[in-house]
């Protein structure tokens, strides 16, 4: 082959295979933070601590929705069609989970006899409260009562509501134009008024002082809104992605002292390392899509198989890891293959027609950028997907973030034809 037309290997994958690799690591990251808790009844870490370091990996989760889900915005800023699509995202594997949990789980391990358990009104507003999504509900009658984390059925579901309020913030912004590029200082405004609030409330006393917002914490949401609200705006700003930035940011946080001033760090440090690392995933370690692609499935389906490991025995947290872990990854595999990759298809009849054009008729409508930037470019398929289905952009696989343990005593873009990569000149 001619000089001129060689390439060098690729050093990196595309970003969203590498931000779906983030998001199942992290996916099976939360199933070991689950374990000790689980079989202990007790808090991984002092709840007084100011830094949490599992709050670390709710944080790198915001921010990668806020990044990913920027894409989509940015490619389609239509209201009605962006709400939509977080709606078919969102909600099917969340009601199918909670659904297999009153209809099969909860008769096969509750305490109550099975007449009494469907006769209960709690039975029933368990699904009712899920699809509010702003009203969730934990416990169902008799169910795991005996277990060392009494009563909770599905604790991982707690920060759903509050990727939904993310989402909506972002639906405002869409309302008022951020999405030109002359309006987009008002993300920049948004995320400095949630940084004040959110450190205000980090000095008020007392650990529940905010309250909560129907089933949502305020205190958390705020953080993690903060942690959204930087992926929105390293999206739509050209922030450099330095490898050596995100691991110095890393280091330092390792070091810091404990202190409310270390917390704020933290959210910083994590929210911008996994949009670096999300770009810097190396090409060798591409796989089959599917290999990676059910992680949302992983943290919905994780809890309640781990719960009923332990109520079948299980005590030891190292134990029902290598037990749940395993069975985790191929329930939430099965659930990307029949539960999210069909629900994503509906968005074919949603899509906006595409009208050629050799310029964009708006002056303010975001430039094309290149092919391998998420939301840049033209949407390209699901990894592993043919390229004729008409699924989701992959800035728009959003996994829902990865909770603690909540306590119990005392909360398309249209349809498009993908575009061949950019050649090298010849």
Known sequence: ?????????????????????????????????????????????????????????????????GFQITGSWVNDPHPARFAAKRVL????????????????????????????????????????????MLTLRHQLPGVFVNNPWEGQVNGSLWTLPMELIAYA??????????????????????????VVVDRRMAHAPGPDSAGSLLSVPVEPLLSFLVAFAIGVVLRLYPVPRSPLAAAAGLLALVTMPMSEATAFWMTIAVSYAVIVFGYHWPARARV???????????????????????????????????????IAYVVGTVSWKFVEE??????????????PSAAPADTDAPPV????VPGDGPPTEPIGTLPTVPVEAPEE??????????????????????????????
């Open 1 to 65: 082959m001619p000089r001129a037309e060689r390439t060098p290997p690729e050093r990196f994958a595309q970003p969203d295979h590498g931000f779906a690799w983030l998001r199942m690591i992290g996916a099976l990251v939360v199933v070991y933070g689950h374990s000790y808790p689980l079989v202990s009844g007790n808090d991984m870490f002092p709840p007084e601590w100011p830094v949490q370091p599992d709050h670390g990996l709710l944080m790198g989760f915001f921010a990668m929705s």
């Open 89 to 132: 995202r969102l909600w099917p594997p969340m009601l199918t989970v909670s659904l297999f949990v009153v209809l099969v789980l909860g008769p096969l391990v509750t305490v109550l006899p099975s007449a009494d358990y469907f006769a209960a009104r709690e039975t029933w507003g368990y699904v009712v409260g899920n699809t509010g």
């Open 169 to 194: 913030g972002l639906w405002l912004l869409l309302l008022v134009g951020a999405a030109r590029h002359r309006n987009r200082w008002l993300t920049v405004l948004v995320l400095m008024v949630l």
């Open 288 to 326: 089959p899509g599917v290999w990676v692609n059910g992680s949302y499935g992983v943290y919905v389906w994780a809890f309640p198989i781990q719960q009923t490991l332990v109520l079948l025995g299980i005590g030891n947290q190292w134990v029902l890891l290598a037990l749940a872990a395993p």
């Open 342 to 355: 069909p629900t994503m298809r509906l968005r074919h009849y949603i899509a906006p027609r595409r009208v």
């Open 369 to 372: 950028g290149p092919a391998n």
């Open 397 to 426: 696989r959003t996994t829902p973030v990865l909770p603690r343990v909540p306590s119990s005593r005392g909360s398309r873009a249209g349809r498009r034809i993908p575009e061949p990569p950019a050649r090298p000149p010849e």
